[in-house]
Structure formats: C-alpha cells, structure tokens
C-alpha cells in the first residue's frame, strides 16, 4: 500500500495566521484526499484535490479558506487559511490505490490560540 | 448520498473476549468497506477491507462480515487484547479511486486487562 508523509504532525498557531500541511506519497496517484477531525468526532471530507485541476470542495468547505495545492501526482498541500480556534482539529490526506484500498496519513494536530 | 450509521459509540470488553461493532450503510451502489483503527494521536490505520463480492473476510483476530441484502457490515475482534484499545471507524465506499469515503462516527473500544 502507499506510504504518506504528513507534516507538520502538530502545531500551535495564532487566531487570523495560515498553516499550510503538506502531503507526501511514495506512488503516483490520480486522486489525493483532505479530511478534518474534530476532537471526539468522525472523518469529514474537505475536499478531493487532482493532479492538474483545481480541487472539488465538500459542502461546507470553501476554496478561499482551505486552498488546496496539487502540483504533481505525489504531492499536495492544504492552508487554512485566516484561522479561529473553531479551525482546531486533526487535519488527514488520504489516497486510494486499487487494489490495496486507502491509506490515511498520520494527521496534523492544529490548535488554534 | 451514502449514510453509513455505526454502533455502539462506546463498547467495554474484559481482556480475552470478543467485541463486535456493527455499521449500515444506505447507497446500494457502495461495494468497498474497510474499517480502521486510530490511536490516540494517529491518523486512521487500516485493519481489514471486504468488497462486495465476499461475504466474510478473516485476519488472525478480526474478522469482517458483509450482509448486501441488508446493508449491514460487522467487524469482529476475537480474543481481545489491552492493545486492541482504539477508535474503530467502519467506512463505505465504491471501489475506485476518485469515490470519496463515507465514515460512520466510530466506537471507543476499550479492552480492559
């Protein structure tokens, strides 16, 4: 299956600051995905970024405050952008390569002071 | 859209005997369900997938049965262990690579020594 480097795993940032979380695959893969967890709760997807488009955002979500980058078939970012403590949460990608299923990454843990 | 419904939101079990947690799901159209695992601190991992063409699927300790007629997929850990202790999200899915998963709101499992 393919591995995911996440980072940064943690951090604790400023109310109206950004944090960009990169996403790093050892496989290509056509379609990357950006969750949110909040504390206690599921997984809810942000959106789902493809190399050389701009990404398709969940109802909810919104470009201008979660830019998503996907520069090539490995690799992605997403900012959030302008943040308040409500940003706070774990924030995962994730890819699907058939047949292995998906895999997640080991999470940013962002609280937002 | 696909709503996959997970139970029970807590479960307790002594060291040694089985825990079985139960999801449904709605989209007849969903044929992928894998469950995963997440400790403290980590992104979701996944233990074990069933497609839809299979009706039981066997790991060691776990096991994952699928119900199609009835929309309801069951993960079952035998001979639990105090490292067994996690968050157990079951999802849904179709099986390709640009289909979202849909995440049922998991179960705090807790193995007690």
């Known amino acids: 299956s393919a591995v995911i480097s996440q980072k940064p795993s943690r951090d604790i940032c400023q109310r109206g600051t950004s944090l960009t979380i990169q996403c790093q695959v050892d496989?290509?893969?056509?379609?990357m995905f950006w969750y949110r967890q909040q504390p206690g709760q599921s997984l809810t997807l942000i959106a789902t970024a493809n190399q050389g488009s701009e990404a398709t955002y969940e109802s909810g979500f919104v470009i201008d405050k979660f830019p998503i980058s996907r520069p090539n078939l490995t690799f992605s970012t997403l900012t959030v952008s302008n943040m308040s403590p409500e940003d706070s949460s774990i924030y995962l990608c994730?890819?699907?390569?058939?047949?292995?299923?998906?895999?997640f990454g080991s999470g940013t843990r962002l609280t937002v002071v | 859209g696909e709503n996959v419904e997970q139970h029970p939101s807590t479960l307790s079990v002594q060291e040694g005997d089985s825990a079985v947690i139960k999801c449904t799901y709605s989209d007849s159209a969903s044929n992928y369900f894998p469950w995963y695992k997440q400790e403290l601190g980590k992104g979701p991992q996944l233990i074990i997938d069933i497609r839809s063409n299979v009706g039981e699927k066997k790991d060691q300790r776990i096991a994952v049965t699928l119900n199609k007629t009835a929309k309801h997929f069951s993960l079952h850990i035998t001979e639990t262990q105090p490292e067994d202790s996690a968050v157990y999200f079951c999802a849904a899915s179709m099986m390709n690579t640009g289909n979202q998963f849909y995440f049922g709101t998991g179960t705090s499992l807790t193995v007690i020594p």
């Open positions: 994730s890819v699907g390569l058939i047949p292995y299923g998906y895999t």
């Open positions: 496989s290509q893969v056509t379609m």
